[in-house]
Each structure stands twice: as structure tokens, then as C-alpha cells.
């Protein structure tokens, strides 16, 4: 691909990554924000491979995009929430004003990093299961596990409080 389909496909693929964060956000059915979440994801490992990381966008699509996500799509159906207890959609001042400053902010860093893009070559082995199998469990060891221990701190508190609210109806 040229420089030029380069920019336009980085550019599409990055406007439908904020586009599905904001549906993401702003859904009313947590179901659904999970599904647009997936798209996040996808799209993610679009812009992987337009940086020809072919091993993190595959790993993207198979651990997030799959894994994760099947636990948080669990996690959402074992709370089991009803339309009338996600309440009624409002639109508030604070909401507004949240929207407003984050659209300037998202302008003025594309401002920043449209001007600060440089076509730097990429190292090599970029984007290899070596390199970045080694830079995960040397550098980011730490992290990695942590982000372990913190999804299935969440799994485990979804399943408790779903457990207590299954109670409350047998009692």
C-alpha cells in the first residue's frame, strides 16, 4: 500500500476506533457496549497490521477480542440486568460539558501528533513472536500479571454480587 492509502486507511480505521468507543460508552445496555467493544478490538488489530504487526493483531482478535471478551459478555449475563433497573437515559450538564472538553482535547492532540509524525523505519523484528515475547515477559512481566489478577478480581466480584442477588429472590 502507498503512503498515501497508508494515511486514509490509519485515518478510516482510527475515526471508526473512536466512533465504537463512544457507542461503548454511551450505550444504555451493557450487552451492547460489550459488542461494540468487539469492534474496538477489531479495528485495533486493523491498525496492527497497517504497522505490519501481523503477531499483536492476531493475538488482539484471539485474546481480546475472543477471550476477554467471552468473559465479559459472561460476567454481563450472570448479572442478568433488567431494563428498569439501568434507569432512564438523561442528558445532564456534566455530560455535556465531558463531551465538549474531550472533543478538544482529541482535536488538539491530533493537532500535536499530526505534526510530531515523522516516517521513522520501524526496528527490526517489529511486531515478531521473539521480540515481542521477550519485551512481554522481561520488561512488562509485572504488568501483564497484574492485568491478570485485576480481570479475574472482576470476574470473581461479578460472580459474588450475582450470587447476592440470587439469594435476595430465594429468601
Avoid: C, D
Avoid at 463531551?99 to 523505519?121: D, E, F, N, Q, T
Wanted: glycine share 10%.
Amino acid at each position: 500500500m502507498t503512503g498515501i492509502g497508508m494515511t486514509i486507511a490509519f485515518w478510516v480505521f482510527a475515526a471508526a476506533a473512536v466512533g465504537l468507543s463512544i457507542a461503548a460508552i454511551t450505550a444504555r445496555h451493557p450487552l451492547r457496549s460489550a459488542f461494540f467493544l468487539v469492534g474496538v478490538f477489531m479495528v485495533t488489530a486493523a491498525l496492527f497490521l497497517l504497522l505490519e504487526a501481523r503477531l499483536v493483531a492476531i493475538l488482539q482478535v484471539l485474546v481480546y477480542a475472543g477471550a476477554i471478551m467471552v468473559f465479559i459478555i459472561f460476567v454481563i449475563m450472570l448479572i442478568n440486568l433488567r431494563s428498569e433497573q439501568l434507569g432512564s437515559k438523561r442528558v445532564t450538564l456534566s455530560k455535556a460539558a465531558g463531551l465538549i472538553i474531550g472533543v478538544g482535547l482529541a482535536v488538539s492532540a491530533m493537532m500535536v501528533g499530526y505534526r510530531a509524525i515523522s516516517a521513522k523505519p520501524l526496528p527490526e523484528g517489529f511486531g515478531q513472536v521473539e521480540a515481542v515475547a521477550t519485551t512481554l515477559y522481561t520488561r512488562f512481566a509485572f504488568a501483564f500479571e497484574a492485568v491478570s489478577l485485576l480481570l479475574l478480581a472482576a470476574i470473581v466480584g461479578a460472580v459474588v454480587l450475582a450470587g447476592k442477588k440470587g439469594q435476595k429472590k430465594k429468601g
